[in-house]
């Protein structure tokens, strides 16, 4: 037996027949599960949208693509420390989401 599964069989007590409490959507907050998972959704697309619209300005400015599709001023224009961090944390945040192999439609859209 591994120490992990000593572990689990310390914290489980035994039942007394009765059913389990059902879960209840307002507790859904208070899970630090809840707030990991929305963070992490929440830096992806904040990042990954800031910095696509940004990149975006230089690359419309190259001749040829300017010539077919026009030019793209970004409206947001951020320091280079904060568009560093943003994608720091894009990065962060999609590892977290593959390595946990969190499936999200929304997020997951453009690769099918």
């Known amino acids: 037996m591994t120490w992990k599964q000593w572990a689990a069989s310390k914290r489980l007590k035994p039942g007394d027949g009765r059913a389990l409490q059902r879960f209840r959507w307002w507790q859904l907050p208070?899970?630090?599960l809840f707030w990991l998972r929305l963070?992490?959704?929440l830096l992806l697309v904040?990042?990954?949208g800031l910095n696509l619209l940004q990149l975006a300005e230089p690359v419309s400015r190259?001749?040829?693509v300017a010539?077919?599709?026009g030019t793209f001023e970004s409206p947001?224009?951020?320091p280079?420390?904060?568009n560093l961090a943003l994608g720091?944390?894009?990065v962060l945040a999609s590892m977290e989401r593959a390595l946990r192999l969190r499936y999200s439609s929304l997020l997951d859209m453009a690769g099918h």
């Open 30 to 32: 208070l899970r630090s």
């Open 39 to 41: 963070g992490s959704v």
């Open 46 to 48: 904040i990042g990954v």
């Open 62 to 64: 190259i001749p040829p």
């Open 67 to 69: 010539q077919r599709v």
């Open 76 to 78: 947001v224009h951020l």
């Open 80 to 82: 280079v420390w904060l």
């Open 88 to 90: 720091v944390m894009a």
